[in-house]
């Protein structure tokens, strides 16, 4: 803020704007106008300033809260991975211990079967037209009505993706069966 804009304000902090004073206040000509514009910028940088100082106190509070949290998360990172090692040793031991409790928290465990997933949406496109399962296609497969018919069958040692005739499925692969974990507290 330049000298001319700091007294501007100042002016402006000396007048009291109480709704008499706005009612005297009238621009009746090209000074009061220029008068007004020049209230206006002041002010205007007055808060452009305050604009940019709060700017940098919340960059440097952000500055402070990532490095607090930092080590926090870190902490956090280690104790869930250790959580989900003792889960796992304990799901290895009863199936059923899907989940895990105490007065301070859980550990839930899903696992997911193996499942059919798309590779190559062009190759299964491909063959749902030649299989004639038309109904199942709109501008692309209809991927969750056509999983739903098909099934993950080993053979020769590797999982593979067939349909209902046990026919190879090309652009389909399997995904593997996973166990996710998640703790909440």
């Known amino acids: 803020m ?11 902090e000396e007048m009291e704007l109480t709704e008499e004073a706005k009612e005297r206040f009238k621009i009746t000509d090209l000074d009061s106008l220029n008068w007004a514009f020049r209230k206006i910028a002041a002010l205007n940088e007055q808060k452009k300033e305050a604009q940019e100082l709060a700017k940098a106190e919340m960059e440097r509070i952000k500055t402070w809260l990532d490095g607090e949290e930092k080590p926090v998360n870190n902490s956090i990172s280690f104790f869930e991975g250790l959580i989900k090692l003792y889960h796992m040793e304990q799901l290895d031991k009863d199936p059923k211990a899907k989940t895990l409790k105490t007065p ?7 696992t997911s079967k193996a499942q059919p997933d798309q590779q ?3 190759k299964l496109l491909a063959y749902v037209k030649d299989s004639g399962l038309t109904d199942l296609i709109k501008e692309e497969v209809k991927w969750g009505d056509l999983k739903k018919t098909l099934k993950v069958v080993e053979i020769d040692g590797k999982q593979v993706v067939v349909d209902g005739d046990g026919q190879l499925v090309e652009g389909a692969s399997v995904k593997p069966a996973d166990t996710s974990y998640k703790v909440e507290v």
Request: glycine share 4%; charged share 50%.
């Open 104 to 110: 301070y928290g859980k550990s839930k465990s899903t």
């Open 120 to 122: 190559d949406k062009e």
């Open 2 to 12: 330049n000298a001319l804009e700091r007294i501007e304000i100042e002016e402006l």
